[in-house]
């Protein structure tokens, strides 16, 4: 990966912005899986995620004039874009930068002219979380360039901020957090609360992770995780009428007649059961991982599929069907990664089990869905970087 077309690129970026004496910096940022707590990191729950060996890179060079000039290698785009800033529906993928610039400013720096190539092979909209790798490269890049100290924690709250204000997406702070900080072969353990994280190195021994892609894109900018988001607020805001000293729906631990007696609507009653049910599972899945005992983490990773599907209702019918087959199929354990609404699922299995199963699973999804499945081995990678060239 750390030489991922960077030599192309790099002509790429002389032809479109012209070749000077100064060449541009290359930086790259990781994708991410999660291994468990979904959809709690907007809520200050704990998570498990891991930086992996797909990317987002960025050659950026700066300029004298104080416009910003753009280049997508997978859109084969150029867009210039100035201050004030706004959102420029022509090229979405340019508001992830723009919105970056915007929260470096909004601290307190300023970001002078800069020429900025931008290519990447995450599998966008795939829940690998290719948005937070390009608000992450994009921040790190500038900081770097422009020698603003900005720490890597900092790069992913203004990624987030970008996302949030910029972008539109409500999304918490894991993503871009493990991909400013993750690091080869460890997995963090992350408090959206505190944002304190710890590495981890877990001995899969037999076993391994993987991911099938059930090429179901979502554009999360466009999808229900708002308003999950917002199902999961007003259900706190009912709860702390009753319970005021919970402020955080991850700490609500109510027997069911407690909550009931919230006066939840049907809908934020079941946000809240996965949420709160996703703490259990959460504890269960690193005391495995540390244990050994695989089939405990497996079984909790196939409850946490079948929560974000039935309470959270964040799953959709091509990955529901991937799972109840890996599940039939005899695999360890299995669950949607990521915002939802389609993309990867993530598999925890015995070594090379998956080639006696893989045919079924395709032809089985092909004659279903009339859609292929990928199947990604991956790598725990480093998080966002720079790369000598
Ligand atoms: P995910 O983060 O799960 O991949 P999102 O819908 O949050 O899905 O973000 C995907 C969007 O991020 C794309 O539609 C595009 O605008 C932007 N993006 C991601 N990677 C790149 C890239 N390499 N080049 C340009 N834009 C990108
Ligand atoms: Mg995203």
Redesign the pocket.
Known sequence: MDSFRSKENLNRFESIFGKTKQLPRLFQAPARINIIGEHVDYLGGTVLPAAINFA?QVYLRPKDTASYKLH????NETVEIKKPLTPNPQA??S??IAGVIVEIEKKGHVVPGFDLL?????????????????EVVTGFAIGETFGLDISKEEVALIGQRA?NHFVG?K?GIM?QFVIAVGKENDCISLNTDTLKYSYHHFDLGDYEFYLINSNVK????DSAYNQRRAECESALVKIQTNYPNFTHLYDVNLTESELDACRLTNQEWKRTKHVTSERDRTKIVIEGLESGNFKEVGSALFQTHWSLSKEFEVSCPETDFIVASLQNLGVTGARMI??GFG?CVLVLDLKDHFSKIEEDLKKSYQQKFDLAIDFYKFQISDGVKEILI
């Open positions: 987002v997508s290698v997978t859109y979405p993928w508001d992830y931008v290519d990447g092979n995450i599998p966008q909209g795939s829940g690998l979380s290719s948005s937070a790798a390009l996302e997406t999304c993503d979502h554009s999360l900018k990521g915002g993309g």
